[in-house]
């Protein structure tokens, strides 16, 4: 097992990571509660009901995915807690991929004012959204609008939670993975795509979750609120999350469609060739992501949904993350008259 302990001034947490981690890991933070709750997936819970979660009673079962981030649904947990005695002194652990995981990270930040939590991902995608204390659900004007920061108590990655995913849950999750290389480095980056060139395989992964687990660390450990560098992190879903919610596809999915927008608007902007267009284009589709939705993307639609990013600082523009010349990060404000172009410009180039 490795561990990660972040370094914040005050109230640091550990994430573990490792194969069969998850019991003994546990009973370390439960042991300590006299009252512990359990939020889990609902597929989660299928899965694994009579293996490793079989010793687990009375557990909110949380719809999956994007459904457990409707405000009905999260009612239905905090009421769900509530109606099972829920102290301040208690533990919340919240057990399932990365929607479950915002949902249940907000419920424990909200019920009574805020109760401890610790994060159980599941999911490839969820090895993103369960660091660093951001919790969320979504707004019928855009994802992630109603939210905390709570840091949880712990983190523990248990990787075999892994080998029931289907395809499509690792390709989402991949996407999370392969942006936190190109925030590593411009090797980092060309590596993952030389080793995942003839397809995407969890078992094969393992160093790459490391280190993005450790990118994210350093991220939210220098700007835990996202005044600042923590915003790099958004890195491909500006566009991302308004293709995610105009049409409705998997999370990762829509991150990489972002990645490679991020890639032409910092080509265009920097008027270099920073990235390889033709090759990631190949490289993506090959592994199965719907690089075609970008030719049909309705400019007039996207800039909606951009408009209700968090990073937005005018009406008159749009935040968006690029990367430089130097393959390093940078924040800028796009006006929207620019971004109809570029938008404009990427279907074309297709």
Same mark, same amino acid.
């Given at each position: 097992?490795?561990?990660?302990?972040?370094?914040?001034?005050? !109230?640091?947490?550990?994430?573990?990571?490792?194969?069969?981690?998850?019991?003994?890991?546990?009973?370390?933070?439960?042991?300590?509660?006299?009252?512990?709750?359990?939020?889990?997936?609902?597929?989660?819970?299928?899965?694994?009901?009579?293996?490793?979660?079989?010793?687990?009673?009375?557990?909110?079962?949380?719809?999956?995915?994007?459904?457990?981030?409707?405000?009905?649904?999260?009612?239905?947990?905090?009421?769900?807690?509530?109606?099972?005695?829920?102290?301040?002194?208690?533990?919340?652990?919240?057990?399932?991929?990365?929607?479950?995981?915002?949902?249940?990270?907000?419920?424990?930040?909200?019920?009574?004012?805020?109760?401890?939590?610790?994060?159980?991902?599941?999911?490839?995608?969820?090895?993103?959204?369960?660091?660093?204390?951001?919790?969320?659900?979504?707004?019928?004007?855009?994802?992630?609008?109603?939210?905390?920061?709570?840091?949880?108590?712990?983190?523990?990655?248990?990787?075999?939670?892994?080998?029931?995913?289907?395809?499509?849950?690792?390709?989402?999750?991949?996407?999370?993975?392969?942006?936190?290389?190109?925030?590593?480095? !411009?090797?980092?980056?060309?590596?993952?795509?030389?080793?995942?060139?003839?397809?995407? !395989?969890?078992?094969?992964?393992?160093?790459?979750?490391?280190?993005?687990?450790?990118?994210?660390?350093?991220?939210?450990?220098?700007?835990?609120? !996202?005044?600042?560098?923590?915003?790099?992190?958004?890195?491909?879903?500006?566009?991302?999350?308004?293709?995610?919610?105009?049409?409705?596809?998997?999370?990762?999915?829509?991150?990489?469609?972002?990645?490679?927008?991020?890639?032409?608007?910092?080509?265009?902007?920097?008027?270099?060739?920073?990235?390889?267009?033709?090759?990631?284009?190949?490289?993506?589709?090959?592994?199965?992501?719907?690089?075609?939705?970008?030719?049909?993307?309705?400019?007039?639609?996207?800039?909606?949904?951009?408009?209700?990013?968090?990073?937005?600082?005018?009406?008159?523009?749009?935040?968006?993350?690029?990367?430089?010349?130097?393959?390093?990060?940078?924040?800028?404000?796009?006006?929207?008259?620019?971004?109809?172009?570029?938008?404009?410009?990427?279907?074309?180039?297709?």
């Amino acid at each position: 097992m490795k561990e990660f302990e972040t370094t914040y001034p005050d !109230e640091n947490y550990t994430v573990h990571v490792g194969h069969g981690i998850f019991k003994e890991t546990l009973n370390l933070y439960t042991s300590r509660y006299e009252d512990v709750f359990y939020i889990i997936d609902e597929n989660v819970h299928h899965a694994f009901k009579n293996t490793v979660l079989k010793d687990i009673e009375d557990p909110v079962i949380a719809k999956p995915g994007e459904a457990a981030k409707t405000a009905e649904a999260f009612i239905g947990i905090v009421e769900s807690l509530l109606g099972r005695g829920i102290k301040r002194s208690s533990l919340v652990v919240v057990i399932g991929g990365g929607a479950v995981g915002d949902a249940g990270g907000f419920a424990a930040a909200v019920t009574l004012r805020g109760v401890d939590f610790i994060q159980v991902p599941t999911t490839l995608l969820a090895h993103d959204s369960a660091i660093g204390g951001k919790t969320a659900i979504n707004s019928r004007h855009g994802k992630n609008l109603i939210g905390a920061f709570h840091r949880p108590s712990g983190v523990i990655y248990d990787l075999d939670f892994l080998n029931t995913l289907p395809e499509s849950e690792i390709l989402s999750g991949f996407g999370e993975v392969y942006k936190h290389a190109l925030l590593d480095s !411009e090797k980092a980056a060309n590596e993952l795509m030389e080793q995942t060139a003839h397809g995407v !395989e969890a078992a094969d992964l393992e160093d790459s979750i490391i280190k993005g687990i450790r990118t994210k660390m350093r991220y939210v450990t220098e700007d835990e609120f !996202e005044s600042g560098s923590r915003k790099y992190l958004n890195l491909g879903h500006t566009l991302g999350h308004a293709i995610e919610y105009e049409y409705k596809i998997q999370h990762g999915h829509a991150v990489m469609l972002g990645l490679y927008a991020m890639m032409f608007i910092s080509n265009e902007q920097s008027e270099s060739r920073i990235f390889d267009l033709e090759a990631h284009y190949t490289y993506l589709s090959n592994l199965g992501y719907p690089m075609e939705l970008l030719g049909t993307l309705d400019s007039g639609r996207m800039l909606k949904h951009m408009k209700h990013d968090k990073k937005n600082i005018s009406d008159a523009s749009v935040g968006f993350i690029l990367m430089d010349k130097d393959f390093e990060p940078f924040f800028t404000e796009i006006n929207t008259d620019e971004m109809v172009k570029y938008i404009g410009a990427l279907k074309e180039s297709l």
